[in-house]
């Protein structure tokens, strides 16, 4: 018996054009759609207003699948992070933050990763597979779950795909997500309130471009200078800062949109005023600003988070030459917060670190 289909694996375009080359109703799909997501209603047969044999066509050939809860950590700043495993036993992560301004989910996007960044726990594990749709929107389903539970007011409100995994590797699949993310009829969250992290795929950073989506970008940068950027993201060898930027500057030109640039502060590397000043001859001429983020040791690396005070100074010379600067909040640092962190280390627990 064949297995059954995931229905959150569908986008409500993709569901409807499925339907209708199985000789069903479009509008079926729409009809659907409001019954799992805006009535919780996960039983066909109690969906009235479908068509008798559509229901039965959607239960002898669907399911609704999730990831289950393997771990949960809670951290004393309010951060979640959620330790899930796959249909084929995969592990992968999920944190929820704690915002003023709403709750936010980090999605993985990838089993495993093979960009390789010599910082980062997630490339410790090499890719084993891409998530699909489902997968990912499970993720938000499971926390926005656990958020009910304990009766807080607030739901999922923004969503970051910026967890294990490179997006861009994932293309197809992750504008699926972001269809099931930001469609009314499903979980409606707004499109400026969802962004998508790429350590710098040039040829996906345009095609993005070109679907001209509201949803933001965010350029895993972390060096301004490509000696020091191949050291640590060997990306940099095949998309080199000079083809970065200007993928960059041809997304703004098609989307009108800011980039936010993600650097990780690293002592002794990448934290000096010469690395300021050569951040910012870089970014002139692009709209973007700057993210500068603390960096979580991890054990297999030597890199060590910049002092607090280079940290300011070096936002302070950012902002003196002209480019909008923040200083992202630390989340977790009671718990395995470093994106890929607790995956390796379970994996590592069970043997499977090869």
């Not at 409807?16 to 759609?33: H, N, P, R």
């Not at 972390?222 to 930027?245: G, S, T």
């Not at 590397?269 to 692009?286: C, H, M, P, Y």
Request: proline share 3%.
């Amino acid at each position: 018996m064949a297995k059954k289909l995931n229905f959150y694996d569908y986008s409500l375009p993709k569901l409807q054009t499925f339907l209708v080359e199985q000789g069903f109703k479009k509008y079926s799909a729409t009809q659907m759609f409001e019954w799992v997501y805006l009535k919780d209603e996960l039983d066909f047969q109690n969906m009235t207003n479908l068509a008798l044999l559509t229901r039965d066509y959607m239960i002898a050939n669907f399911t609704f699948e999730l990831p289950t809860v393997s771990e949960i950590q809670e951290s004393k700043d309010g951060t979640v992070k959620f330790l899930l495993k796959l249909g084929d036993n995969s592990l992968i992560e999920t944190v929820l933050m704690r915002y003023r301004y709403g709750n936010v989910v980090c999605v993985t996007t990838q089993v495993g990763c093979n960009m390789g960044c010599r910082f980062c726990a997630s490339g410790l594990l090499k890719k084993k597979r891409d998530l699909t749709p489902g997968e990912m929107l499970g993720q938000v389903l499971i926390v926005n779950n656990y958020l009910k539970e304990r009766a807080e007011p607030r739901h999922t409100t923004h969503a970051v795909l910026m967890g294990i995994g490179e997006p861009f590797d994932n293309f197809t699949n992750i504008i699926d997500f972001i269809d099931l993310l930001n469609n009314p009829k499903s979980l409606a969250i707004g499109a400026r309130h969802i962004t998508v992290s790429t350590c710098g795929i040039v040829p996906k950073i345009k095609e993005f471009a070109d679907l001209k989506l509201q949803v933001k970008l965010a350029i895993s940068l972390h060096a301004a200078i490509d000696e020091k950027r191949n050291k640590i993201m060997p990306i940099n060898k095949a998309y080199p800062l000079k083809e970065v930027i200007s993928a960059v500057k041809y997304y703004e030109s098609k989307t009108n949109k800011r980039v936010t640039y993600e650097y990780i502060m690293l002592d002794d590397f990448n934290d000096s005023l010469e690395d300021a000043q050569a951040l910012v001859r870089l970014i002139k001429g692009t709209n973007g600003f700057v993210n500068l983020i603390a960096y979580n040791p991890i054990a297999e690396f030597d890199y060590k988070p910049a002092v607090r005070d280079h940290v300011y100074v070096f936002a302070n010379a950012l902002k003196k030459m002209g480019v909008q600067t923040t200083i992202r909040k630390d989340f977790g640092n009671d718990i395995d917060a470093a994106c890929g962190q607790l995956r390796a280390k379970m994996e590592k627990k069970n043997g499977h670190d090869r």
